[in-house]
């Protein structure tokens, strides 16, 4: 089974710096792609950004200048960095890919069980 973990999250003074990882585990195939979702209190969760196999980045229009992502194939891990963090970046951030396991290869979509973020002033 295909599994995510994520880290870095916790109380970040404002100003500071975010820097979220993820790692994929288990008997893997192939990962299509990896992204970064987030949900804030009595918001939706909403796409921050999301990096496929071949390297192309998308990113939700909202937060794009704002959030870097970027991808280690080789060891299946996918980050998420900002700067200068502020308040409007509360939320829990969960990991996302859409991975095929050796074993049938079918292609599903895995979720980690989230990192809470909180900004502090």
């Known amino acids: 089974q295909v599994q995510l973990v994520e880290s870095g999250g916790g109380s970040v003074q404002a100003g500071g710096s975010l820097r979220l990882f993820c790692a994929a585990s288990?008997?893997?195939?192939?990962?299509?792609?990896m992204a970064w979702y987030r949900q804030a209190p009595g918001k939706l969760r909403e796409l921050v950004a999301s990096v496929v196999s071949g390297g192309s980045i998308s990113y939700k229009d909202a937060v794009k200048g704002r959030f870097t992502i970027s991808r280690d194939n080789a060891k299946n891990t996918v980050y998420l960095q900002r700067n200068r963090l502020t308040p409007e970046e509360k939320a829990v951030y969960y990991c996302?890919?859409?991975?095929?396991?050796?074993?049938?290869?079918?292609?599903?979509?895995?979720w980690g069980q989230g990192t809470q973020v909180t900004v502090s002033s």
């Open positions: 996302n890919c859409n991975a095929q396991p050796s074993y049938d290869r079918a292609a599903n979509n895995y």
């Open positions: 288990g008997s893997i195939f192939s990962i299509n792609y």
